[in-house]
């Protein structure tokens, strides 16, 4: 009986983080066919998560240097939105600079499973603007890259065009082993 009074009050004084939650009620959120994600609708801060961790926080959420995380109004729970809705698996963070330490509407995909490690990783889709009923499209990342690179324009993947990757590329080789490898590598496969 002790004991069962032990665990009854132990879940009772438990953060509310530890307790399963079901935010998949009115999502609309899509599925990306990934192991462990369930839809996920809730509001949350939108905090520069460096800032939340140690303390360190410059202004505007590092304006676009800082991976931003969202703070759930629910249970003041962290999660990290490591990808918008666009397919290639861009981060988040352009969606939700423009709303730095607002409360905002978010809909997208939590995975957590233990047997991966994941732990309030988020997939971002929508997001509902503090004081609006609408909701938008988290797929801001390639515009504002194409912004940020107009010397990158044309045809296909934005990773085959950016200017970064293929200074990288040319230090490194494709395989980042150095570039007497790569051509080492090339010359067995396409021999």
């Not at 307790?19 to 369930?38: P, R």
């Not at 998560?49 to 303390?55: A, P, Q, V, W």
């Not at 905002?104 to 988020?122: F, R």
């Not at 929508?126 to 988290?138: H, V």
Request: aromatic content about 8%; overall charge negative; proline content about 5%.
């Amino acid at each position: 009986m002790k004991k069962t009074l032990a665990l009854i009050a132990a879940l009772v004084a438990a953060p509310v983080s530890l307790m399963a939650q079901d935010f998949s009620q009115g999502s609309q959120a899509k599925s990306w066919n990934l192991y462990g994600e369930v839809p996920a609708i809730f509001d949350a801060k939108v905090v520069d998560i460096l800032c939340e961790l140690t303390g360190d926080c410059p202004d505007n959420c590092g304006d676009g240097n800082r991976q931003l995380g969202l703070v759930r109004t629910d249970d003041d729970v962290l999660i990290f939105p490591n990808k918008n809705s666009q397919t290639g698996f861009q981060g988040a963070s352009a969606d939700l600079l423009p709303h730095c330490a607002s409360t905002i509407g978010v809909d997208g995909m939590l995975i957590e499973d233990p047997d991966i490690g994941a732990q309030n990783i988020y997939l971002l889709q929508l997001i509902r603007p503090a004081g609006s009923d609408e909701w938008i499209k988290a797929n801001t990342w390639s515009k504002r890259w194409a912004e940020k690179h107009p010397e990158a324009a044309g045809k296909g993947p934005w990773f085959r065009r950016d200017p970064r990757v293929k200074a990288e590329i040319e230090r490194e080789g494709y395989f980042g082993l150095g570039l007497e490898e790569d051509k080492a590598i090339k010359a067995i496969v396409f021999e």
